[in-house]
């Protein structure tokens, strides 16, 4: 692929979600102890929203590794392959995850916010499977394609 700035631009965005996913994911024990201060239901409800946000965090920062892998996979100019399909599968289970975790919160506190991540994650889980039955069937016409030739 042509290493233009859009690319780079890109490239760059999802390595510094990434990396700043697993920072927070893993600071979420301060984080929570702190707002807690000033957020009496964080304190309160601390142990299990810990356990849910940190749940969610790991399957958010897993669907960003595996967006980095695709993103590697268009980089070599090669993104019609196996691998990719099996990232994207792995994605909409990953979304699902985040959607039932974010379905836990609802008997703790019921906001819209809540219920539309849970329905953003469903469409992205949706989305993922979707597409990942997109490209096998585009990996399997590259192959047979390279066996023409």
């Known amino acids: 692929m042509k290493d233009s700035k859009i690319t780079r631009v890109t490239k760059l965005l999802l390595d510094i979600m990434f ?4 920072i927070v994911t893993l600071t979420l024990p301060l984080s929570f102890k702190f707002y807690g201060k000033y957020n009496d239901f964080f304190e309160k409800y601390y142990t299990q929203l810990l356990i849910i946000f940190f749940i969610s965090g790991v399957f958010a920062v897993l669907i960003l590794r595996e967006l980095r892998c695709i993103f590697s996979t268009v980089l070599r100019d090669d993104c ?4 990719n399909v099996k990232s994207l599968n792995r994605m909409g289970l990953y979304s699902f995850a ?3 975790v974010s ?8 906001t819209p ?7 953003v994650f469903l469409v992205a ?3 993922s499977r979707v597409l990942a039955i997109v490209f096998a069937r585009a990996v399997e016409y590259k192959q047979e ?3 023409t030739i």
């Open 19 to 22: 990396f700043g996913g697993v």
């Open 80 to 83: 019609f392959v196996e691998e």
């Open 98 to 100: 985040i959607m039932l």
């Open 103 to 110: 379905l836990l919160r609802l008997p703790l506190y019921f």
């Open 113 to 119: 916010a809540v219920f539309i991540i849970v329905i």
């Open 125 to 127: 889980g949706l989305f």
């Open 145 to 147: 394609n390279d066996f």
